[in-house]
């Protein structure tokens, strides 16, 4: 009965040690007049940059993974009044952009779900 039982702790210590709730996802949300790429860019960027100002042992016990939550731009003037109705929560006005960015908050959000999972 030892055997398998310590045979059991083997194998289920290895299995949960994949899963670590104390990491931290990072996600890079982009501003107004920014391209998928460059969110992408900017993403990697503040990876890196996790590394260098904290050190890699730091990042591999603590980041789980660094991403971007991209909202997609419609060039400057659509961009501002996007920007100004959420600063301003009004329900009304952001139904003229409600569709693109429910496309984007759907996207955002599935992002999240599956870091959590």
């Known amino acids: 009965m030892k055997r398998i039982f310590i045979l059991l702790m ?25 391209e998928d ?4 860019d900017n993403a990697y960027l503040l990876e890196e940059s996790i590394k260098q100002k904290f050190g ?9 993974k660094v991403d971007y939550a991209y909202n997609e731009t419609h060039e400057m003037v ?12 009004w329900d009304l006005l952001l139904s ?12 955002q959000v599935k992002k999240y779900k599956n870091s959590i999972m």
């Open 78 to 89: 659509l961009d501002g009044l996007e920007s100004a109705l959420q600063k301003f929560d």
């Open 10 to 34: 083997v194998v289920s210590s290895f299995v949960f040690s994949a899963i670590d709730d104390c990491k931290t996802d990072v996600y890079f949300g982009n501003g107004i007049l920014t």
């Open 96 to 107: 003229i952009i409600s569709s693109s960015h429910g496309r984007d908050l759907d996207r």
């Open 56 to 64: 890699l042992p730091y990042f591999n016990k603590k980041i789980g």
């Open 37 to 40: 790429s460059d969110a992408k």
